[in-house]
C-alpha cells in the first residue's frame, strides 16, 4: 500500500462522530482511538463571536428616531389634507423629496376642489425603525386613512448645518 491509501484507510476506519467538533485540549472526548485528531491545532486563534445586530442602537436614539418620524408623517397627512402648507416639510427633506411633496399636494389640492373632498383624518398607526449604518434610520410604517390602510417607507439620515444637527429624510415612499 502507498501512503495516500494508508490514510484514507486509516481515516475510513475511524470516522469523527457526529455532533459537536472536539475541543483542542480535550484529549480523551471521543476515546482513545481519536485522542488527538481534532480539527483545531493548539496554535490556530479563536475568534470573537459577538451575536449583537449591527443595525441595533442603544435604545436612547430609538425613541428619538420614533418620535420625529412620527411628526414628519402627520405635518406630510396634514399638507397632503390642505391643512399645512408645504413649506413646513422644506428644512426636514432633500431637495427631491420637498419637490414630490409639492407635486403630490398640489394635486390632492386640485382633487379635493373637484370633488368638493373632505378633509379626511389620517394617523400614524405603527412604525418599525432600523439602522443600517451609523446616523441612518429606515422606518417603515403604516397609516391609517378614514377608510384604508396605506404603507410608508422612509429613510432619514443625520445631518449638520448652521442650525446644528437633526434628522432630514432622503426617501420616501408612500402607497
Known sequence: MTINAVAVEQYRLSPLPY???????????????????TH???DQGVLDLELVDPRMRPPAELPEVTAWTTRYL??????????R????????????????????AALQARLRARTGGQVRAARVKSLRVSFPC????????VLRDTDRFRAVALRVERCTDRSGERWRVTALELG
Open 85 to 104: 402648507p408645504t413649506q413646513q416639510l422644506l428644512r426636514w427633506s432633500t431637495a427631491d423629496i420637498y419637490a414630490a411633496v409639492q407635486r403630490r
Open 19 to 37: 455532533g459537536l467538533p472536539p475541543y483542542v485540549d480535550e484529549e480523551d472526548a471521543f476515546g482513545p482511538e481519536l485522542a488527538g485528531r
Open 40 to 42: 483545531l491545532s493548539p
Open 134 to 141: 451609523e446616523g441612518v434610520a429606515e422606518v417603515g410604517g
Open 74 to 83: 402627520v405635518t406630510l397627512l396634514e399638507v397632503f389634507t390642505g391643512q
